[in-house]
């Protein structure tokens, strides 16, 4: 298995403003991936991050939105950019480890406000 | 941000019953399919997986069924307990391999309420 750290596990922030969500595992993997849960629905998946090249993004979201860095095989952050109110979610980051068994962190829950 | 459930079907059952969470896959080609408890406040856990080349998987108190000629999965949970009360996920992965790998989309989710 695989321990998934994200900081901050909860804020709340003003509209307009931006906000950075670190993604740290206790093992290198290979693949890594951000998703978010919009208040009662499903989990969405957001963009792969990719280690040492751009991320690769699903239909719906951006770079401009949501820029993604992935320094190496432990370490990912997702920036959530020029936040609305629409933009309350939790922010999860997820792993393929060992296994290929896919895990979640524990989710950065943000309201803006 | 908690508020996970107000859309979602659900399922009360009494302690100690069997529970069988059912979900609909939109992709014929996904051959993996995962299950995740998510208890209020906390991300996904994993609980149990299956690979499409099997139709039944079981781990501790839980089994999952596939039948890939409908596409649909379930997840039965025996002798349900009220620490197993959360939302229920199940997700797929399309096919396995090449851009897809290791990408999930998730199902609409079941919240589970078990009573005492």
């Known amino acids: 298995s695989a321990v998934i750290s994200q900081k901050p596990s909860r804020d709340i922030c003003q509209r307009g403003t931006s906000l950075t969500i670190q993604c740290q595992v206790d093992?290198?993997?290979?693949?890594m991936f951000w998703y978010r849960q919009q208040p009662g629905q499903s989990l969405t998946l957001i963009a792969t991050a990719n280690q040492g090249s751009e991320a690769t993004y699903e239909s719906g979201f951006v770079i401009d939105k949501f820029p993604i860095s992935r320094p190496n095989l432990t370490f990912s952050t997702l920036t959530v950019s020029n936040m609305s109110p629409e933009d309350s979610s939790i922010y999860l980051c997820?792993?393929?480890?060992?296994?290929?068994?896919?895990?979640f962190g524990e989710g950065s829950w943000l309201t803006v406000v | 941000g908690e508020s996970v459930g107000l859309h979602l079907p659900t399922l009360s059952v009494q302690e100690g019953d069997n529970s069988i969470i059912n979900c609909a896959y939109s992709?014929?080609?996904?051959?993996?399919f995962i299950w995740y408890k998510q208890e209020s406040g906390k991300g996904p856990q994993f609980i149990i997986d299956?690979?499409?080349?099997?139709d039944k998987r079981q781990g501790q108190r839980v089994t999952v069924l596939l039948n890939k000629t409908v596409k649909h999965l379930s997840l039965q949970i025996a002798a349900t307990q009220p620490g197993d009360s959360a939302v229920y996920f199940c997700?797929?992965?399309?096919?396995?391999?090449?851009?897809?790998?290791?990408?999930?989309?998730f199902g609409q989710g079941t919240i589970l309420t078990v009573h005492p």
């Open positions: 093992s290198q993997v290979t693949m």
């Open positions: 997820s792993v393929l480890a060992g296994g290929n068994t896919i895990y």
């Open positions: 997700a797929e992965e399309s096919p396995a391999g090449g851009t897809s790998y290791g990408k999930l989309t």
């Open positions: 992709n014929s080609a996904s051959d993996y």
């Open positions: 299956i690979r499409s080349n099997m």
